[in-house]
């Protein structure tokens, strides 16, 4: 499974991105897709989630200003992002958690992987 993500950039506070993460090879089924970041100096830490069931999940610091959304027939997850703050500047990266291709159509074991980050950068 690879995960390829794009559309990050260089943005003024106040403006908006969208990050896309296009999934390929061959599983199972995902079981929920994410986007995580790290500012420089700072750990990953989730941003947003989104079961396959769709239900959504976002860090504080981001509710009310980004959105989490997954086109199923072109395997891609976005991140859309509105008003943009400098403190949003970090690498963005993609996550998918799902199963790999068991016996029969049984879903096998589970697997987690991740995008390569794209760059967002929020100047003031």
């Known amino acids: 499974v690879q995960l390829q993500a794009s559309g990050g950039g260089l943005v003024q506070a106040g403006g908006s991105l969208t990050l896309s993460c296009a999934v390929s090879?061959?599983?199972?089924?995902?079981?929920?897709m994410g986007w995580y970041r790290q500012a420089p100096g700072k750990e990953r830490e989730m941003v947003a989630r989104l079961s396959r069931v769709g239900d959504t999940n976002y860090a504080t610091s981001v509710k009310d200003r980004f959105t989490i959304s997954r086109d199923s027939a072109k395997n891609t997850v976005y991140l859309h992002m509105n008003s943009l703050k400098p403190e949003d500047t970090g690498t963005y990266y993609c996550n998918i958690d799902g199963f790999e291709h068991g016996k029969g159509w049984s879903p096998g074991r589970s697997f987690s992987s991740w995008g390569q980050g794209t760059l967002v950068t929020v100047s003031s």
């Open positions: 090879g061959s599983f199972h089924s995902i079981s929920s």
